[in-house]
Nanobody
Framework: QIQLAESGGGLVQSGDSLRLSCVIS????????MGWFRQAPGKEREFVAGIARTELVTKYASSVEGRFALSKDIDKTTLYLQMTRLKPEDTAVYYC???????????????????WGQGTQVTVSS
């Protein structure tokens, strides 16, 4: 059983940076597709960024392209989301997710993910 645990959220000002962490436990090999989603109050959950099972391909939502970046630690046990130039509209609960589909593409639909963390709150003040 795969378990995911996010951390790193907080209250920051517009233009600041934050790094979210998603610790993977239970199984890290073979690697599986992973992604970050977010949900703001009163809005639907949306895809933020994802990395394919092969770890060779990443994809970002247009709203965060160029500002957010994914990475994994050398042991492949933690997925990071580096967020820079944060904006008030980035305010949301951020969730880490894991998917077991064998496709080598980035999964962008929440329904394609089966493992989810508990979420971490990111609040960006103007």
């Amino acid at each position: 059983q795969i378990q995911l645990a996010e951390s790193g959220g907080g209250l920051v000002q517009s233009g600041d940076s934050l790094r979210l962490s998603c610790v993977i436990s239970g199984r890290t090999y073979p690697p599986f597709a992973m992604g970050w989603f977010r949900q703001a109050p009163g809005k639907e959950r949306e895809f933020v960024a994802g990395i394919a099972r092969t770890e060779l391909v990443t994809k970002y939502a247009s709203s965060v392209e160029g500002r957010f970046a994914l990475s994994k630690d050398i042991d492949k046990t933690t997925l990071y989301l580096q967020m820079t130039r944060l904006k008030p509209e980035d305010t949301a609960v951020y969730y880490c997710a894991g998917g077991l589909l064998t496709t080598n593409t980035v999964l962008i639909r929440g329904d394609d993910y089966v493992f989810w963390g508990q979420g971490t709150q990111v609040t960006v003040s103007s």
